[in-house]
């Protein structure tokens, strides 16, 4: 079936493809502009792909880039406390999925704009047209003239859309249900949670956790299993020459044949703490749990999620979990040495900040310890420990 009441004759089909290809492009320019380049500078873009990102924004939701970027920022800098603009964990999960457009108009203060939103566009445009008062409200009214013209009456249903998209899912999904439901690659220090292994539908974005605990990467998957479509695209420009110092969180090496520990080496694994932590869920406590043919028995319905909860800060768990690990920690004293080693190497990652020669003591102690706790694979993974390094082994030491 044909229609004709713009100026295009369209089939049914056509109207939906536009949908989705604007309100993808729009996808895009929030994660990649908005959330990567200019709130974490995560990544540099080319002057004129940039203005293109900045012009779409404008054109499709908006949205300010000062704005955005010094609200993302202060929640990055808040998260999970009463400062922060949009916690489902302080505001409840309801109001930030309904009220997340509201939530972010409320944080647009002068004091988040002059504290967080340093580094922004500052420009004729930006003053003139994207942030004043009326061109701002320009732009979104020229998509609604622009679908009107081409689909007729329908064009008004495809300009609602786009309205509602950003809104939607990333001021309402991604800020609501990303800190509350998921699963959780990393032990960041807040509520964030992957919602999917699959980036697609938000740009990446769905891999929040993952985000958090590395918020200066441009790329946002981590597991061989993950796709971050954001990251292809960034792939693309960096091709194509329109982007450039890409970066993907802490750089740190492993050297095979390296034992001994120093300051380098604390160093380096401080700064890939994360990641660390994760290997030891998946290398020691995974396999503990395995070895231990009781655990099963005794864990219950409960099995599965053990070693999440064994990697798991304390203070993420309710009195009822305390209860539990208490008790199963009585019938199962191994797994309570390996947890109060978990806490310990957390504890050490902490001495960073403070003193070098605390942290390089604190951290050679700790895997002198493990190393004769007399687990094999606690004792491999000490070993792996020994190994990292700030640069590659073939440049100097710095």
């Given at each position: 079936m044909t229609l004709a009441t713009?100026?295009?004759?369209?089939?049914?089909?056509?109207?939906?493809?536009?949908?989705?290809?604007?309100?993808?492009?729009?996808?895009?320019?929030?994660?990649?502009?908005?959330?990567?380049?200019?709130?974490?500078?995560?990544?540099?873009?080319?002057?004129?792909?940039?203005?293109?990102?900045?012009?779409?924004?404008?054109?499709?939701t908006s949205i300010k880039t000062r704005e955005w970027t010094a609200i993302h920022r202060r929640h990055h800098a808040t998260c999970e406390t009463e400062k922060d603009p949009h916690s489902p964990q302080v505001l409840g999960l309801k109001k930030v999925l309904l009220e997340g457009s509201e939530l972010y108009k409320q944080a647009a203060d002068e004091t988040t704009l002059n504290r967080f939103g340093k580094g922004t566009p500052d420009d004729w445009l930006e003053r003139n047209i994207y942030s004043h008062r009326f061109g701002n409200l320009a732009g979104i009214a020229t998509l609604a003239l622009i679908n009107i013209a081409l689909f007729g009456p329908i064009g008004i249903t495809i300009w609602a859309i786009q309205m509602l998209w950003i809104p939607f899912w990333a001021?309402?999904?991604?800020?609501?249900?990303?800190h509350f439901w998921g699963y959780r690659n990393y032990e960041s220090p807040d509520a964030a949670r992957n919602i999917s292994p699959v980036g697609l539908l938000i740009g990446g974005e769905e891999l929040h956790n993952n985000h958090h605990t590395y918020p200066n990467s441009a790329k946002l998957s981590s597991r061989w299993y993950e796709f971050d479509i954001g990251w292809t695209y960034i792939r693309l420009f960096s091709w194509l020459g329109m982007a450039k110092n890409i970066r993907r969180g802490p750089v740190v090496y492993r050297e095979t044949d390296k034992s001994l520990i120093d300051l380098e080496t604390a160093m380096a694994a401080a700064n890939d703490r994360f990641r660390i932590m994760a290997q030891f869920r998946r290398q020691v406590l995974r396999q503990a749990i395995r070895e231990d043919r009781t655990v099963r028995e005794t864990a219950g319905r409960h099995y599965r999620r053990l070693a999440t909860w064994l990697t798991q800060n304390q203070e993420h768990w309710d009195e009822a979990r305390h209860q539990w690990m208490d008790q199963f920690f009585d019938k199962h004293p191994e797994l309570q040495k390996l947890h109060a080693l978990k806490e310990e190497l957390n504890q050490i990652w902490a001495l960073r900040t403070r003193s070098r020669d605390e942290l390089v003591t604190a951290f050679k102690?700790?895997?002198?310890?493990?190393?004769?706790?007399?687990?094999?694979?606690?004792?491999?993974?000490?070993?792996?420990?020994?190994?990292?390094?700030?640069?590659?082994?073939?440049?100097?030491?710095r």
């Open positions: 713009g100026l295009l004759q369209w089939h049914w089909w056509q109207p939906v493809l536009y949908t989705l290809i604007l309100t993808h492009i729009t996808i895009v320019s929030v994660t990649v502009y908005l959330h990567r380049h200019s709130a974490h500078r995560a990544l540099d873009l080319h002057p004129a792909l940039a203005h293109f990102f900045r012009f779409w924004l404008w054109l499709t001021a309402g999904i991604i800020n609501g249900l990303a102690a700790w895997c002198e310890k493990a190393e004769n706790a007399g687990s094999d694979a606690l004792a491999e993974f000490a070993a792996t420990l020994r190994q990292y390094r700030l640069q590659p082994a073939h440049l100097p030491a």
